[in-house]
Every structure is written in C-alpha cells, then in structure tokens.
C-alpha cells in the first residue's frame, strides 16, 4: 500500500487574507499617488484620481472574473501559457518588471514618510534587509499583510473623517481641467499606479477556500476571490478619491517645476510635501481641530502605519519575484541556476537578484515620480497581456457582458502602455532592458536543455528503472488508529515512531514532505520512487520495520506546515510525531517555529508529540 500525498498546498487563505494580499498593494497607493497627481494636476488633480479609480474598478471587475474561471492560478503567466508561451513570457517578464519597481518604490515612499535624510539610502538599505531574511525562507505574506492593513484601514478611515469638514472649502478650491485632451490624457497615465496586486491575489487563487459544494477536481474559488476583490476595491477607490477631494482644502500648495520632468509640491512651511501628502494632511486637519501638538501624533502615527505598510509590500514583491523567476525555470524558461536551491528551500539566484536589482534601481533613480514612470510600464504591461488573452480566448466560458468588458478594458490598458513607451523614454529602456534580458536569459535555457538532450542522446543507455519489492506487512497484530510521523531523513525521529508503532500496535503513516518555495505541475505528479532522499527514508524504514506496517507518505509542497496537518486529518492520525528542530538561534527565529504552527492548527483529537 502506497499513500499518494496531497502536493497541493492546502486551500486555507480565506477572504480576509485574500483581501490582504491585495490591500497590501492596492492599499499603499494612497501613499504617494495623491501627491503625485498634484504635482501634475494642480487643483485640478482630483479629476485625474477619480479616472484612475474608475479604471481600477474596472480592472478588478475583470479580476473577479479571471479568478472564477482559473482557481488554480489566473496571474498572466499561467493563464496565457495555453495560448501561447511566447506571450506569456512576455507579459511574465513585464510582471518581473513591475515587481522589482514595487520594491523600489515602496522602500522609497516608506523611508519619505518616515523624514529621514537621503530616504533612498535607506530604502536600499532595507531592500537588502529583507532580502537577507528571505535567505532563511520565503515568508508567505497573506498573515504578516492582514495584520499590517488593520491599522492601515482604521488610519485611512479616521482621516476621511477629519476631511469630512473641508470639503465644503475643498470643492471651492476644485479647478476643471485644462489644455486638452492630450494634456489631460498624459496626466491621466501618469497617476496609473498600484495595479499589480491583482495579478497577485488572481496567482493565489490555487490556495482559496473553496466554494461549498465543490471539489479540487472541480474547484470554484469566487466566494472567497471575488468579495476579497470587491471590498479592497470599494475602499481603495472610495477613500482615495475622497482624501484626494479632501486634497484641495489645504491652501497654499504648489508646484514646485525646478526639475520640469519630475515637479514637486511645496506647502506652507513644508517643501517637498509630494511623496507624504497623507501625513502633511494629517498634520493640518487633525492639528487644525485639536491643537498642533495633536497634529504632530497624527503625522507620526500615519507615518509609522504607512511605512510599515509599504515595508510589507517590499517583502511581497521580493517573494513575488522569487516565485516566479523559479517557476519559470522549471518551465525551463529561465536558466536551470534559479532553481538550485539552499538548505531552507530557497533559489539562491533568484533571491539574489530580486533584492540586488531593486536596491540598485532606488539609488539610481531617487526619485518617485522616476520610479512611478518604471512601475506603470510593467503593471499595465502584464494586465494587459493577461486581459488581451482571456478576452479573445474562445473556450473559456466568460458570459457576453464579461468579454466585452474585459476587451474593452484591454484597449485601454494597451492604449495607457503605448503612451507610456512613447512619451516616457526611461519607462520605454526600462522595459526593453527588461524584456531583452529575459529573453536572453530564455536563450540560455533553451540552449541548455538542447545542450542536455544531445549530451543524453550519445550517453550511455539509461539505468533500468528502480525496481522495489512490493511493501507485504503483518496486518494481524495491529489494530487502533494508525500513527503519523512527518521526518525530514533518517534519523533517531524515525527510529522512535517505528519502535512506538510496534509496541503500541498501529500502523505508522511515514511523511516526507518535499518543500518547494512554489510548486508546478510538473510537482503535482511526483511520486516519492523518483525522489532519491524519499526513496531512502522509505526502504530504510522498511527494513527497519521488520514487517510492521509503514505506509510511505509523500507530498510535494510550498507551505510544510500546513501539508502536514491537512495529511494527518485526511489520514485520520490518532498522533503525530515531529522531530525537535536542530537550528538554533537567528535561523529559528527567522524561518519561524513549524512545531508552533503545525500545533495551532493541528484538530484537537490528535495528538502531538515532538521527539527531541
């Protein structure tokens, strides 16, 4: 008997936790983009702010429906693929690109909020800080980013109620747009920011709960995706466009045109106030209701909710960054080097250049409104790509009203690129840098694996499979609830759960989990014959069992924790034995405590026992 393991990570992110994924880049827009599109529109950039929230309503419109029709993953590299690979490595590569400015930008607009001298030195700084705390694992961010965007929120609202009362005044201030549709339509991309995090919450489709009623073979995820996506929506365009209103109340803002590509916007008695806006306006409607002392806590706390929030976002796109370049080259797109992992499961070359490349971009650029340029090229880029694909694609079942929506959504993010690649020369060599260098890097993949062929075409013929001897155990002297041991190799944990499951009398499910940082489908239909460490701990264990019935266990997975509780209740695992971690110190404080999380979420009638 042979038990397949589930190599799927279990479907446990519900919609708080979606709607996290997705706040945490949605959310921090307001961050910077109300300041940005002032330095554009003047008095007038309200206008501006409500056209870009009525594109992103119509953006997660279309998002609902890629995720109800792709519950297994709908970001623009999966979702294309079918249709065509080239395209999907394009709108893959456009996808890297706007990662990497997302944790460029993020760290800059986090360190402007904070007031610090030189921000980009310590953006950089922080980029390689959190990129040296992924060495020891990638952190799944869905948990970390709830409890980030609860403050958030609770900040965004109690601000859209201090301007409640200005906006009398801020309507007054209110100036119609002016020079023409050209004019107006640059300022318009200009302020397109923060779009990504829907490309992110449709690839997490694959984790969701499921609707009730149905089944992985027959998944439906639209109860958790699609209100995730509703609710971040709602806030994101409802409290941007009003604290943008709330915006033109501050008297005595200007533009500041010393550098004409990239202006600033002064106020009084704060210069430079374009990338904080949100704490300057703290700072003057709270202090204008309760005192300046009162106001300068409202710009701290602002500050310190904001940052921490942007920080977050750095980390989600450095993981974001990580995943992909190591799915891509499993799909042997990218060179074979980024799937080489270290001892904690992550590819060392990919980590490397997820965190090297966008340190390196925020001391180059500097500047927000240059990074906003670079970011705007990637996300519309991939977005489109992805909307381009499903609106044409005949055989997925969209109603009439979502394909035309959906295509028309296209052409308006393809009409935001083109614009961009033509009226922006540093987006336009950002992109082709980008694009020429991942298409080198496929190149070089491609040339390795024929390279690989050949040299397996002249060699020796293969070894003949590895054969083993069907698994015969004495089932006679067992009885009760069977036991589970999760190992990770040989060693004093396997020994103990054997020993145990003789003289306790109950077959022993043994557990090896294969972790990945993201799986592919490949991984799906791993069999443990065919990994060499599995193989070894399973026939070890055999032999060691001397006929007392070990049933192999085997799961391929990119959340441990999580396969091992879903396993032992599937199993129906009376107890479940775990070794004690061997790392100590900073490595067990980084990658966390996977005894602690498997305890929380273990159901209370099994039992857990940690051999030390």
Same mark, same amino acid.
């Given at each position: 008997?042979?038990?397949?393991?589930?190599t799927?990570?279990?479907?446990?992110?519900?919609?708080?936790?979606?709607?996290?994924?997705?706040?945490?880049?949605?959310?921090?827009?307001?961050?910077?983009?109300?300041?940005?599109?002032? %330095?554009? *529109?003047g008095?007038?950039?309200?206008?501006?702010?409500? %056209?870009?929230?009525l594109?992103?309503?119509?953006?997660g419109?279309?998002y609902?429906?890629?995720?109800?029709?792709?519950?297994? *993953?709908?970001g623009?590299?999966a979702?294309?693929?079918?249709?065509?690979?080239?395209?999907?490595?394009?709108?893959?590569?456009?996808?890297?690109?706007?990662?990497?400015?997302?944790?460029?930008?993020s760290?800059?607009? %986090?360190? /402007?909020?904070?007031?610090?001298?030189?921000?980009?030195?310590?953006a950089?700084?922080?980029?390689?800080?959190i990129?040296?705390?992924?060495?020891?694992?990638?952190?799944?961010?869905?948990?970390?980013?709830?409890?980030?965007?609860?403050? $958030?929120?609770v900040?965004?609202?109690?601000?859209?109620? +201090?301007?409640?009362?200005?906006?009398?005044?801020?309507?007054?201030?209110?100036?119609?747009?002016?020079?023409?549709?050209?004019?107006?339509?640059k300022?318009?991309?200009?302020?397109?920011?923060?779009?990504?995090?829907? /490309?992110?919450?449709?690839?997490?489709?694959?984790?969701?709960?499921?609707?009730?009623? $149905?089944?992985?073979?027959?998944?439906?995820?639209?109860?958790?995706?699609?209100?995730?996506?509703l609710?971040?929506?709602?806030?994101?365009?409802?409290?941007?466009?009003?604290l943008?209103?709330?915006?033109?109340?501050?008297?005595?803002?200007?533009?500041?045109?010393?550098?004409?590509?990239?202006?600033?916007?002064?106020?009084?008695?704060?210069? @430079?106030?374009?990338?904080?806006?949100?704490?300057?306006?703290?700072?003057?409607?709270?202090?204008?209701?309760?005192?300046?002392?009162?106001?300068?806590?409202?710009?701290?706390?602002?500050?310190?909710?904001?940052?921490?929030?942007?920080?977050?976002?750095?980390?989600?796109?450095?993981?974001?960054?990580?995943?992909?370049s +190591?799915?891509?080259?499993?799909?042997?797109?990218?060179?074979?080097?980024?799937?080489?992992?270290?001892?904690?499961?992550?590819?060392?070359?990919?980590?490397?250049?997820?965190t090297?490349?966008?340190?390196?971009?925020?001391?180059?650029?500097?500047?927000?409104?240059?990074?906003?340029?670079?970011?705007?090229?990637?996300?519309?880029?991939?977005? %489109?790509?992805?909307?381009?694909a499903?609106? $044409?694609?005949?055989?997925?079942?969209?109603?009439?009203?979502?394909?035309?929506?959906m295509?028309v959504?296209?052409?308006i993010m393809?009409?935001?690129?083109?614009?961009?690649?033509?009226?922006?020369?540093?987006?336009r060599?950002?992109?082709? $840098?980008?694009?020429?260098?991942?298409?080198?890097?496929?190149?070089?993949?491609?040339?390795y694996?024929?390279?690989?062929?050949?040299?397996?075409?002249?060699a020796?013929?293969p070894?003949?499979?590895?054969?083993?001897?069907p698994?015969?155990?004495?089932?006679e002297?067992?009885?009760?609830?069977?036991?589970?041991?999760?190992?990770?190799?040989? @060693?004093?944990?396997?020994?103990?759960?054997?020993?145990?499951?003789?003289?306790?009398?109950?077959?022993?499910?043994?557990l090896?989990?294969?972790?990945?940082?993201?799986?592919?489908?490949?991984?799906?239909?791993?069999?443990?014959?065919?990994?060499d460490?599995?193989?070894?701990?399973f026939?070890?264990?055999?032999?060691?069992?001397?006929?007392?019935?070990?049933?192999?266990?085997?799961?391929?997975?990119d959340?441990?924790?999580?396969?091992?509780?879903?396993?032992?209740?599937?199993?129906?695992?009376?107890s479940?034995?775990?070794?004690?971690?061997?790392?100590?110190?900073?490595?067990?404080?980084?990658? @966390?405590?996977?005894?602690?999380?498997?305890?929380?979420?273990?159901?209370?009638?099994?039992?857990?026992?940690?051999?030390?």
């Amino acid at each position: 008997m042979i038990v397949a393991g589930n190599t799927r990570r279990p479907r446990n992110v519900d919609v708080p936790r979606a709607a996290a994924i997705l706040y945490g880049d949605w959310g921090t827009s307001k961050a910077y983009v109300i300041g940005l599109a002032f %330095a554009v *529109g003047g008095y007038s950039s309200f206008w501006l702010i409500a %056209a870009m929230c009525l594109l992103t309503a119509l953006v997660g419109i279309n998002y609902m429906a890629i995720c109800k029709h792709y519950p297994d *993953g709908g970001g623009v590299y999966a979702s294309v693929r079918h249709r065509s690979e080239i395209i999907s490595i394009v709108g893959a590569f456009l996808l890297m690109a706007d990662y990497i400015v997302t944790a460029a930008l993020s760290a800059l607009s %986090a360190f /402007e909020y904070f007031n610090v001298t030189h921000p980009e030195r310590y953006a950089a700084a922080a980029i390689v800080i959190i990129g040296l705390l992924n060495v020891f694992g990638p952190k799944h961010t869905g948990g970390l980013a709830f409890l980030v965007s609860v403050p $958030t929120v609770v900040v965004v609202v109690l601000l859209g109620v +201090f301007c409640l009362p200005h906006l009398h005044e801020a309507v007054h201030n209110l100036q119609p747009l002016t020079g023409g549709f050209s004019k107006n339509w640059k300022g318009f991309v200009g302020v397109v920011l923060a779009l990504s995090g829907v /490309e992110a919450i449709a690839n997490s489709t694959g984790v969701m709960k499921l609707n009730r009623g $149905t089944t992985d073979s027959n998944p439906n995820v639209s109860k958790t995706s699609s209100p995730s996506i509703l609710w971040v929506m709602l806030e994101v365009c409802l409290f941007t466009a009003l604290l943008s209103l709330g915006m033109h109340a501050l008297s005595g803002l200007s533009i500041n045109a010393a550098d004409p590509a990239h202006p600033d916007v002064d106020a009084p008695g704060h210069p @430079g106030v374009r990338d904080y806006m949100l704490r300057y306006m703290g700072q003057v409607f709270v202090g204008g209701a309760f005192g300046p002392a009162a106001g300068h806590v409202a710009g701290l706390v602002v500050s310190v909710v904001f940052g921490f929030l942007l920080l977050s976002a750095v980390n989600t796109a450095i993981v974001a960054l990580i995943g992909i370049s +190591f799915l891509m080259s499993r799909d042997g797109e990218l060179p074979p080097q980024f799937q080489k992992l270290n001892e904690f499961g992550v590819p060392n070359l990919g980590l490397l250049l997820a965190t090297v490349i966008p340190a390196v971009l925020v001391v180059v650029v500097q500047d927000m409104s240059g990074l906003a340029e670079l970011y705007a090229v990637g996300v519309v880029g991939a977005i %489109a790509t992805n909307l381009g694909a499903c609106s $044409t694609d005949q055989k997925l079942r969209l109603a009439v009203w979502e394909r035309v929506t959906m295509f028309v959504t296209f052409l308006i993010m393809l009409a935001i690129e083109l614009s961009l690649l033509v009226d922006k020369p540093s987006a336009r060599i950002f992109a082709g $840098t980008v694009l020429l260098a991942g298409l080198f890097l496929r190149g070089l993949a491609v040339e390795y694996a024929n390279r690989h062929k050949a040299a397996a075409a002249v060699a020796a013929p293969p070894p003949a499979p590895v054969t083993l001897a069907p698994l015969q155990f004495n089932m006679e002297n067992v009885d009760g609830a069977p036991i589970m041991c999760a190992v990770r190799g040989l @060693g004093r944990t396997l020994d103990y759960a054997i020993q145990e499951a003789r003289e306790t009398r109950r077959p022993l499910y043994l557990l090896f989990v294969r972790s990945l940082p993201v799986l592919t489908e490949q991984d799906y239909k791993k069999k443990w014959h065919e990994d060499d460490e599995a193989r070894e701990v399973f026939v070890t264990a055999k032999s060691k069992a001397n006929g007392h019935p070990v049933f192999p266990c085997y799961a391929v997975s990119d959340s441990v924790a999580d396969t091992i509780v879903d396993i032992a209740a599937t199993m129906g695992a009376s107890s479940l034995i775990l070794g004690a971690p061997e790392r100590k110190g900073l490595a067990f404080l980084l990658r @966390g405590n996977i005894i602690r999380q498997i305890s929380d979420n273990l159901p209370d009638e099994i039992h857990l026992l940690v051999y030390a």
